[in-house]
């Protein structure tokens, strides 16, 4: 079982930046691949962003790719997410997750995802 908070969420002008961080709980956090999704007002929660257990690969979609980057801490049991010349659209509760996994398969489809944390507002301005 592993439980997951996330940061840094708020408000930022168009073309601003923030970090998003995800603190896990547990001693296992290394065995888990991690995720980044978001959920903008009357839309579907989407993928953004996964990483490897050991943070050796990533993959991020193609709507946030060269803007958006994912982390991982190991020894902090942090996840992060850099997003850099922020949109408008990008604005949403954004949700970092874990999947089990003995491999270092990426995966981009949340019902593979076994935890998630409560989730963290970004917005936008214009």
């Known amino acids: 079982q592993v439980q997951l908070v996330e940061s840094g969420g708020g408000l930022v002008q168009a073309g601003g930046s923030l970090t998003l961080s995800c603190a896990a709980s547990g001693r296992t956090f290394s065995t888990y691949g991690m995720g980044w999704f978001r959920q903008g007002p009357g839309k579907e929660r989407e993928f953004v962003a996964a990483i490897t257990r050991t943070g050796g690969s990533t993959y991020s979609a193609d709507s946030v790719k060269g803007r958006f980057t994912i982390s991982r801490d190991n020894a902090k049991n942090t996840v992060y997410l850099q997003m850099n010349s922020l949109k408008p659209e990008d604005t949403a509760v954004y949700y970092c997750?874990?999947?089990?996994?003995?491999?270092?398969?990426?995966?981009?489809?949340?019902?593979?995802?076994?935890?998630w944390g409560q989730g963290t507002q970004v917005t936008v301005s214009s």
């Open positions: 997750a874990a999947y089990v996994t003995h491999t270092m398969a990426l995966v981009t489809a949340p019902h593979r995802y076994d935890y």
